[in-house]
């Protein structure tokens, strides 16, 4: 997911977006343990998706504040 995705959605779906991804993250590191995972890349792209996220987030918050 790009950056400029991001930056389209609300607060409320930032927030649901990113349990989302924290939930994914978790089920793809599941997969891992049991080798059963195929794409070895998954983890690292959700964890920098996540990274994207809370960094919206917190821009955001910024934005609001001053």
């Known amino acids: ?27 793809i590191r599941s997969q891992a343990v049991t080798e059963k995972l195929e794409n070895t890349n998954a983890v690292k792209n959700v964890k920098r998706d996540i990274a994207r996220i809370k960094t919206i987030i917190r821009e955001n918050e910024f934005k609001k504040g001053h």
């Open 1 to 27: 997911m790009k950056a400029s995705e991001i930056r389209e959605l609300r607060a409320e779906e930032l927030e649901d977006k990113l349990g989302d991804m924290q939930k994914q993250l978790f089920a």
